[in-house]
């Protein structure tokens, strides 16, 4: 099976991916080959988590590196016409703040500044508020990674690429199948389905978007053939519609067939009891989501956004995506 550039498609650029092997980085990567004819270099510590038909078109090269030597690859980087940096580090202090930071930062700065048209920067939606500004807590108290990314995103100014930095916050990504790796929401999907005999009749107040990685895909496709003219907006939160958890478990039920006949309400109060009782010990960044529970943003960006095709845009969508039978839940 063969794919070809779409009519009229933009100039083919280089294009250099870190992260590749990730969830994000299989639906991104996967975009691109099939729908452009960019040349496409892809850096990953292993190759062998590549689970893509590299075969299928001239242009895809794989990097075997590690960002810890992204100094390695300065002459290829500064030829680069588009970086798109999705690989993070999740957990320890010392490597969350190694990769998120310092050698992401260097990786930036190794690129011509002159030639490179963009960097589609990917950051996490938990380090802003919900006036999209970043939050101060997410520098003070947040984890390794929640932190890393509130760093690097304070210094993106102080780079000569700065002004081509598009900067994407995904809030909850799911995605995953047998050719891709899944996210670590997608991962325990089955797992939750299983308590929703019992979760359906629990009431919580907190509210989140969700998005999909195929839909991340296809909006960061669109960037890097149109990136943001001056004056627009170069930071985008990724997400559907915001949802209620009382929305969100109402859509589940439907789904699965399950009747909500009554709801306990699951307050801060009660849950400040129960951790006191047993004696729940909660990390500072934890107890904070607990009290701020609303992460929504005005304006997510999604493909219907965009004017594009939009490949989840319901939580039963999700679940069928997901492959999760109504009938056997």
């Known amino acids: 099976m063969t794919f070809s550039a779409p009519p009229e498609s933009p100039a083919p650029q280089r294009i250099f991916i870190t992260g590749a092997s990730g969830c994000i980085g299989h639906y991104i990567t996967e975009q691109l080959i099939q729908q452009t004819s960019h040349e496409l270099f892809l850096l990953v510590r292993d190759p062998a988590k590549l689970k893509l038909n590299l075969e299928v078109r001239s242009g895809i090269h794989v990097i ?4 810890y030597q992204i100094e390695d690859h300065q002459e290829l980087l500064s030829t680069i016409d588009t970086a798109i940096l999705i690989a993070t580090a999740w957990g320890g202090e010392r490597r969350a703040y190694d990769i998120n930071v310092t050698k992401t930062l260097q990786l930036m700065s190794l690129l011509d500044a002159q030639r490179c ?4 920067y990917f950051s996490t939606a938990s380090i802003l508020g919900r006036d999209h500004r970043p939050l101060p807590q997410a520098g003070q108290m947040g984890t390794g990674y929640v932190r890393s990314k509130y760093i690097c995103h304070q210094r993106l100014p102080q780079l000569a690429i700065a002004p081509k930095v598009t900067t994407l916050f995904p809030t909850l990504v799911f995605g995953g199948d047998e050719q891709k790796p899944y996210s670590q929401v ?9 308590w929703m005999g019992l979760i359906r009749f629990l009431s919580a107040d907190g509210s989140f978007h969700i998005t999909h990685a195929q839909d991340i895909a296809q909006v960061v496709a669109h960037l890097v053939d149109h990136p943001p003219e001056p004056g627009e907006s170069r930071e985008w939160v990724l997400g559907n ?3 209620t958890a009382d929305q969100a478990i109402a859509q589940i039920c439907r789904y699965l067939n399950q009747r909500i006949y009554f709801r ?3 307050s801060i109060h009660l849950a400040n009891i129960i951790i006191r009782i047993f004696r729940i010990q909660m990390e500072a960044w934890d107890r904070f989501c607990l009290d701020y529970r609303h992460f929504v943003y005005q304006h997510p960006m999604n493909p219907t956004v965009l004017g594009l095709p939009h490949y989840c845009t319901s939580i039963a969508d999700l679940l069928k995506i997901s492959g999760i039978d109504p009938k056997r839940t």
């Open 264 to 266: 306990i309400p699951l």
């Open 64 to 67: 075997t590196g590690d960002l």
């Open 117 to 120: 048209q963009q960097v589609i």
């Open 241 to 243: 519609d915001p949802l």
């Open 186 to 194: 997608s991962a325990g999907l089955p797992e939750v389905m299983q």
